[in-house]
């Protein structure tokens, strides 16, 4: 008889466990898992109908209701793309055009906990990345009482290609931009299931780095998305320099080109062409190149004149960017010694006559200095200068608390057991086409994207360097800082060095994240004015 009771008991907790696994949503019941520690994981939801044959440069379509219970255990694949940056590591598996689909990690037992959401975009230049690479992995959010979510969208040609019959075809009169408007697509989704998964649709906080960046600095602009919003993180990038939209005629213009080089004569012959042959001929040389356009739909007016008018979602920004975010080469070039002369040289070359201005904000007194003025002219020129003008813009418009920060921590040494890994993004140069150059041999400081593991508190899933006490204080620091922004618009909280609110009319005051991190006034403030005024000519 006891035994008896024991399977009884025992056939009710695994029905129990089954069901936790289960969520209801509005096409369909979803089949997660649960994790060891206890966070339920729902990977590859279809946010979007695939975007495939007609449906190749359209608007996201609503997802088609599914019958009986979906697996949600694997990621979808990634998006198509060429392997451009050696530092990405998915647990997808392959490029498809079917990649709409997003991941979710919660540790809400029930839809009555109303947590805030993290929804996370990846970087990587527009051209790759995907959101099952593991440092933006969501379990260690989730783990801090936040639903966290990462998202896949469109790519290179396939998110931003753009055609006069596109435009034409379209009911809102526009091409490109399909990458925004899939996360549009995927922000809509979340705003009406996350309930369902224990979030706040009412408290969506965005976020991401570098091309993910960019997203979330144009999704609080767009009025496409800014009402579905709380607050906003960006790490390093944003929309208003780094990649500013180019206009629909142009663009058009490059659409047309590519299709006779493609030798396509109609719209029916481009969306005919497989997407291998697609995206490997869009990669090569002399190839017109295609990125954010000014459409008149997703972005109705420029969005540097939209943040000067204050159109923006008014909610709490934290931003910032790394002290290495791209390295002296891409300002000395790659044969030049780093000397004091060639370095006058190269600024010269940059800057003509406005040369003797920067070489004063980024000074090198002797030879010894060059390495250190270049790489922090390479930083800001790259992505600094960008993610600056975006936050100062936010503060003087946006009436919300911003907070900004400066990320300098060098990444540890490698771990020899992993063989000769190439770092990509990780101090690489950027060449024109998205690929990435070598590394240096040696970092001078946090390089681009070396921010990621630690501010998602995933440091254990790259096996790449060897982590340190250190590293994991300062992990523990950033991720508390960003958990508690998502929850409260606030990244202060018991134990942590207090981070000072920017204010518009005040000192450049930022917080310094390090393992010794702490709130200061930024003291280079006078290169981001300089690089406003000549980008302003």
């Given at each position: ?78 998006c ?22 997003l ?45 966290a ?23 809102y ?32 906080t ?20 800014k ?76 969005p540097?004149?939209?943040y000067?008018?204050g ?50 904000e ?121 958990a ?34 702490k ?19």
């Open positions: 008889m006891r035994a008896n009771r024991l399977l009884v008991i025992g056939f009710a907790f695994a029905a129990l466990n089954f069901a936790a696994d289960r969520v209801k949503t509005a096409n369909g019941v979803l089949e997660g898992t649960v994790a060891p520690s206890g966070i339920r994981e729902f990977k590859g939801i279809p946010f979007a109908e695939p975007p495939v044959g007609d449906l190749r440069w359209k608007a996201p379509q609503p997802v088609k209701h599914w019958s009986g219970v979906r697996q949600a255990t694997a990621f979808g694949p990634q198509m793309q060429l392997a451009v940056f050696g530092d990405m590591n998915f647990r997808s598996k392959g490029n498809s055009e079917d990649c709409l689909y991941n979710v990690w919660t540790g809400a037992k029930n839809a009555n906990e109303k947590r805030p959401v993290l929804v996370y975009y990846y970087g990587g230049g527009f051209s790759a990345g995907d959101g099952s690479e593991p440092r933006y992995d969501g379990e260690s959010m989730a783990k801090k009482g936040i639903v979510v990462t998202v896949n969208y469109r790519l290179g040609v396939f998110g931003f290609f753009t055609h006069p019959e596109l435009t034409k075809e379209a009911p009169h526009a091409s490109g931009n399909y990458t925004f408007l899939d996360h549009v697509a995927a922000l809509k989704w979340v705003q009406q299931n996350i309930a369902a998964f224990g979030g706040d649709p009412k408290k969506i965005i976020a991401g780095e570098s091309a993910g960046s960019s997203t979330v600095s144009a999704l609080m602009v767009s009025p496409l998305s009402d579905m919003i709380a607050g906003v993180i960006g790490e390093s990038g944003s929309i208003i320099a780094t990649l500013p939209p180019t206009p629909l005629a142009q663009s058009e213009a490059n659409g047309v080109k590519f299709a006779d080089a493609m030798g396509a004569k109609s719209l029916a012959d481009l969306r005919a062409i497989p997407a291998d042959k697609l995206l490997a001929d869009a990669g090569k040389q002399r190839m017109p190149r295609f990125s954010t356009v000014l459409d008149g739909y997703f972005f109705p007016e420029p540097k004149a939209m000067e008018a159109k923006q979602a008014h909610v709490p920004l934290l931003a910032g960017w790394n002290s290495e975010e791209n390295n002296e080469r891409s300002v000395l070039g790659r044969g030049d010694a780093p000397t004091k002369e060639n370095y006058e040289k190269a600024v010269r070359r940059l800057y003509g006559p406005n040369a003797d201005a920067v070489l004063k980024y000074a090198a007194e002797s030879d010894a200095d060059v390495r250190q003025a270049a790489t922090d002219l390479a930083t800001d020129r790259f992505i600094a200068y960008s993610t600056w003008k975006w936050i100062d813009l936010a503060a003087k418009t946006g009436g919300k608390p911003v907070y900004r920060y400066y990320y300098s921590r060098a990444r540890p040494k490698m771990n020899p057991e992993m063989g000769n890994v190439t770092a990509g993004l990780a101090g690489g140069v950027i060449r024109n086409n998205g690929s990435v150059a070598p590394p240096p041999p040696s970092a001078r400081g946090a390089v681009h994207s070396a921010e990621i593991e630690y501010a998602m508190g995933n440091l254990g899933t790259n096996k790449v360097y060897l982590w340190t006490p250190d590293d994991e204080k300062l992990s523990a620091t950033m991720e508390e800082y960003f508690n922004f998502v929850k409260t618009g606030n990244p202060n909280g018991p134990g942590l060095p207090e981070w000072p609110i920017l204010k518009a009319d005040g000192p450049e005051q930022i917080m310094h994240i390090d393992v010794v991190s709130g200061e006034t930024y003291p280079h403030s006078g290169r981001y004015q300089l690089l406003d005024r000549l980008n302003s000519k």
